[in-house]
C-alpha cells in the first residue's frame, strides 16, 4: 500500500523529509528523533514546506496549504519516527592544555636484512633483444649524514613533528643505520638507506604510533546531531537464492556472505547481509527482544580504530534500541574476547562517560556476543 498515493501529496512528502534532514544538525531544537512528532517543531516544518512549495501551488491543485500540508508533514514526521533510532554525532574534543608524546620502545628491525642493490640493472627487450644499463644506485637525494635518510622520511609523515620530537627522531635513525652498519660497510649502508626509504621509514613510523600517548587537561563530549539518516546499503546476491528467512541456516555456512536474508519485522532495512552465522543468530535475538534494529552500513558512524599503525573504519555489527537504552552490537568468537582488534574496536566505539559499559550478554558454545550499553537518552 502506498503511503502517499497522488504525484502532489509524493512532492510535499519529499518537502518534508529534506526539512527533517536538515533539522538533524539543530541538536538543540531536536535532540532526537521523537522531538519531530511535537507540535512546535511540526509547525516549523510545515511553514518551511509550505515556502518551498508555493511557487509551485498552481501545480498542485486540490492542496489545502492549512490542512493537507500539515497532516501530510505528521505523516512523513511520523515514518521517520518509526524508521529512526536516535544516533547522536558525537565528538570528544580536548580541552585546555593537549600534551603529546611517545612512550620508550624498543625499535624492532630484524624484518630488514637488505643488501646493497647494485649500480646498473640491465634490461633486455623481449621483442627485440635490445640490451641497456640503468643506473640504479646513483638516484636520489645525497644526506650528510647516514640518519638523515631516516629523519627525512619520517617528516614526511603529518603526524610527525620534527620540531618538538627531533631527538626522538634522531635516536630512532642511529638505531637504524647501527643496524645495517653491523653487516654492511658504510657506502654500502648508505645505498640501502637511500634505495629503501620509503619502507624504511614505514617501518619505524608503524612502531612510533603504536608508542604514541596524548593527554588534556580535559574532555568535552560535543553531540553535534540529535540523530543521524541511515546510510543507504546496497548489495548483491544470487537470483536463484533470492531472499533467504533469516530465520533457517542455510546447509552451507562457509560462504554466509553469499546470501541475501530477508523477512525481518523489527529491522530497518528489508533485506540485509551477513558475515557469518552468528550474525544471523544475533539477527534473530535482536529481532525478537528489541524495538527496531539495524545492520549499519559503512560509513554510518565515522568510528575509527588503530590497528598496526593504521587508522581502520569501525562499523558494529548492529545497533538495537529498547525501551531504556540503545545497544551497539558487536559479535564475536568466544576465544576472541581479548584479541587486539577487538579491545580496539572496543576503546574507539566507547564515549568516556559514565553511562558506557561493555559486557557479555550472552555465551552459547564457542560464541559469545559483547555489546557496549550507551544510554542516548535525554
Given at each position: 500500500?502506498?503511503?502517499?498515493?497522488?504525484?502532489?501529496?509524493?512532492?510535499?512528502?519529499?518537502?518534508?523529509?529534506?526539512?527533517?534532514?536538515?533539522?538533524?544538525?539543530?541538536?538543540?531544537?531536536?535532540?532526537?528523533?521523537?522531538?519531530?512528532?511535537?507540535?512546535?517543531?511540526?509547525?516549523?516544518?510545515?511553514?518551511?514546506?509550505?515556502?518551498?512549495?508555493?511557487?509551485?501551488?498552481?501545480?498542485?491543485?486540490?492542496?489545502?496549504?492549512?490542512?493537507?500540508?500539515?497532516?501530510?508533514?505528521?505523516?512523513?514526521?511520523?515514518?521517520?519516527?518509526?524508521?529512526?533510532?536516535?544516533?547522536?554525532?558525537?565528538?570528544?574534543?580536548?580541552?585546555?592544555?593537549?600534551?603529546?608524546?611517545?612512550?620508550?620502545?624498543?625499535?624492532?628491525?630484524?624484518?630488514?636484512?637488505?643488501?646493497?642493490?647494485?649500480?646498473?640493472?640491465?634490461?633486455?627487450?623481449?621483442?627485440?633483444?635490445?640490451?641497456?644499463?640503468?643506473?640504479?644506485?646513483?638516484?636520489?637525494?645525497?644526506?650528510?649524514?647516514?640518519?638523515?635518510?631516516?629523519?627525512?622520511?619520517?617528516?614526511?609523515?603529518?603526524?610527525?613533528?620534527?620540531?618538538?620530537?627531533?631527538?626522538?627522531?634522531?635516536?630512532?635513525?642511529?638505531?637504524?643505520?647501527?643496524?645495517?652498519?653491523?653487516?654492511?660497510?658504510?657506502?654500502?649502508?648508505?645505498?640501502?638507506?637511500?634505495?629503501?626509504?620509503?619502507?624504511?621509514?614505514?617501518?619505524?613510523?608503524?612502531?612510533?604510533?603504536?608508542?604514541?600517548?596524548?593527554?588534556?587537561?580535559?574532555?568535552?563530549?560535543?553531540?553535534?546531531?540529535?540523530?543521524?539518516?541511515?546510510?543507504?546499503?546496497?548489495?548483491?546476491?544470487?537470483?536463484?537464492?533470492?531472499?533467504?528467512?533469516?530465520?533457517?541456516?542455510?546447509?552451507?555456512?562457509?560462504?554466509?556472505?553469499?546470501?541475501?536474508?530477508?523477512?525481518?519485522?523489527?529491522?530497518?532495512?528489508?533485506?540485509?547481509?551477513?558475515?557469518?552465522?552468528?550474525?544471523?543468530?544475533?539477527?534473530?535475538?535482536?529481532?525478537?527482544?528489541?524495538?527496531?534494529?539495524?545492520?549499519?552500513?559503512?560509513?554510518?558512524?565515522?568510528?575509527?580504530?588503530?590497528?598496526?599503525?593504521?587508522?581502520?573504519?569501525?562499523?558494529?555489527?548492529?545497533?538495537?534500541?529498547?525501551?531504556?537504552?540503545?545497544?551497539?552490537?558487536?559479535?564475536?568468537q568466544a576465544d576472541r574476547i581479548n584479541d587486539a582488534d577487538v579491545l580496539a574496536k572496543r576503546a574507539a566505539g566507547a564515549v568516556e562517560q559514565p553511562t558506557t559499559r561493555w559486557s557479555t550478554v550472552a555465551n552459547h558454545g564457542n560464541t559469545f556476543w559483547y555489546r557496549m550499553t550507551r544510554s542516548l537518552r535525554t
Open positions: 500500500m502506498t503511503v502517499f498515493p497522488t504525484r502532489e501529496q509524493q512532492q510535499v512528502a519529499q518537502a518534508t523529509y529534506r526539512v527533517i534532514r536538515r533539522l538533524e544538525n539543530e541538536q538543540t531544537t531536536v535532540p532526537k528523533v521523537a522531538y519531530l512528532s511535537r507540535p512546535e517543531v511540526q509547525q516549523r516544518v510545515a511553514e518551511e514546506v509550505a515556502a518551498q512549495l508555493k511557487p509551485l501551488q498552481a501545480m498542485l491543485p486540490g492542496i489545502e496549504m492549512d490542512t493537507d500540508i500539515a497532516s501530510i508533514v505528521a505523516k512523513t514526521s511520523q515514518l521517520v519516527i518509526e524508521q529512526t533510532i536516535d544516533m547522536p554525532r558525537i565528538l570528544v574534543v580536548p580541552t585546555g592544555e593537549v600534551q603529546s608524546g611517545y612512550h620508550t620502545f624498543e625499535l624492532d628491525l630484524s624484518s630488514f636484512n637488505d643488501q646493497a642493490p647494485p649500480e646498473e640493472l640491465w634490461v633486455q627487450h623481449l621483442r627485440t633483444h635490445k640490451r641497456e644499463i640503468l643506473a640504479v644506485g646513483s638516484g636520489g637525494i645525497e644526506e650528510a649524514r647516514l640518519e638523515d635518510y631516516v629523519v627525512s622520511g619520517l617528516i614526511d609523515f603529518d603526524d610527525v613533528s620534527y620540531d618538538d620530537h627531533s631527538d626522538l627522531l634522531y635516536g630512532l635513525a642511529g638505531k637504524v643505520v647501527l643496524h645495517f652498519q653491523s653487516y654492511l660497510g658504510e657506502a654500502d649502508t648508505r645505498k640501502v638507506l637511500r634505495c629503501y626509504q620509503r619502507p624504511i621509514a614505514n617501518l619505524v613510523h608503524l612502531q612510533m604510533q603504536a608508542a604514541f600517548w596524548e593527554r588534556a587537561s580535559g574532555y568535552e563530549v560535543k553531540v553535534s546531531k540529535g540523530f543521524t539518516q541511515l546510510k543507504d546499503c546496497a548489495f548483491t546476491g544470487s537470483a536463484a537464492d533470492g531472499i533467504r528467512d533469516f530465520r533457517k541456516s542455510p546447509a552451507d555456512k562457509s560462504n554466509m556472505a553469499k546470501y541475501v536474508f530477508g523477512g525481518f519485522e523489527r529491522c530497518l532495512y528489508p533485506a540485509l547481509k551477513f558475515q557469518s552465522n552468528t550474525e544471523r543468530k544475533m539477527a534473530i535475538i535482536l529481532d525478537r527482544e528489541s524495538m527496531k534494529w539495524f545492520k549499519p552500513a559503512n560509513g554510518q558512524f565515522q568510528i575509527y580504530y588503530l590497528d598496526n599503525g593504521e587508522q581502520r573504519e569501525y562499523q558494529p555489527d548492529f545497533v538495537a534500541e529498547t525501551e531504556s537504552k540503545i545497544y551497539m552490537v558487536e559479535a564475536k
